[in-house]
């Protein structure tokens, strides 16, 4: 079990490029999320799915697109980047159970600078 | 409104004291709790997970929830060096909301 995998661990990107964050999870869980982690802050969500074809917004939407066609992968798209997406980011999946999504299972983070 | 809340410390604790760390939401009907920790450069881990009122413990961890005043707490007992990393409070209400984090640095 490989658990959930994020590919790049890092990245530059020039402010206007684009660049999709990929990450797919072998657990077969339902729930699958993108956080971003600014330097000393909390996770802020960007986007989540409850399933493949479901997705919905999270605190931060702005500037990334997503999508979920099957359950194990979920790419996160940055369209035109800016410095402001200087960040790290973070996949996750979790199972749904009572109450709904339950532990979240964490990627090792992806580095990505805009410059 | 800030849905999770979180003191940012950071807070410092002498090794072999207890620490505490404190968590208020915003939103009634969320469900379940979790405490992350995090160390720098690293991926959150699952410390804790709390469902319903009342004391959970786990080795030198417990947890508290008081549904009624939206308040979750983590105490850590007998403090370790390697308990200093920053505790993330997570809230689930359908999408899984984490606070911004209180730094804990244990003095030895």
């Known amino acids: 079990n490989a658990g959930v995998t994020q590919t790049p661990k890092f990245r530059i990107l020039k402010i206007g490029q684009s660049m999709t964050l990929q990450c797919a999870q072998d657990m077969n869980h339902n729930y699958m999320y993108w956080y971003r982690q600014d330097p000393g802050m909390g996770l802020k969500l960007i986007y989540y799915s409850v399933g493949a074809g479901i997705t919905d917004k999270g605190e931060v939407p702005n500037g990334y697109n997503v999508s979920r066609s099957t359950t194990e992968d979920f790419p996160l798209r940055l369209e035109l980047a800016a410095p402001s997406q200087t960040s790290v980011y973070f996949c996750?999946?979790?199972?749904?159970?009572?109450?709904?999504?339950?532990?979240?299972?964490f990627g090792e983070g992806s580095r990505l600078t805009v410059l | 409104q800030k849905e999770v809340e979180q003191n940012s410390g950071p807070l410092s604790v002498p090794e072999g004291a207890i620490a505490s760390l404190n968590c208020t939401y915003s939103?009634?009907?969320?469900?379940?709790f979790f405490w992350y920790r995090q160390y720098s450069g690293k991926s959150p881990e699952l410390i804790m997970s709390i469902y319903s009122n009342g004391d959970k413990e786990d080795g030198r961890f417990t947890a508290q929830l008081n549904k009624a005043s939206q308040y979750v707490s983590l105490l850590i007992r007998d403090s370790q060096p390697s308990d200093s990393a920053t505790y993330l409070c997570a809230v689930n209400n359908d999408k899984i909301i984490f606070g911004k984090g209180t730094r804990l640095h244990i003095l030895p």
């Open positions: 996750a999946s979790s199972y749904s159970g009572t109450g709904g999504a339950g532990e979240l299972f």
């Open positions: 939103d009634r009907v969320s469900q379940s």
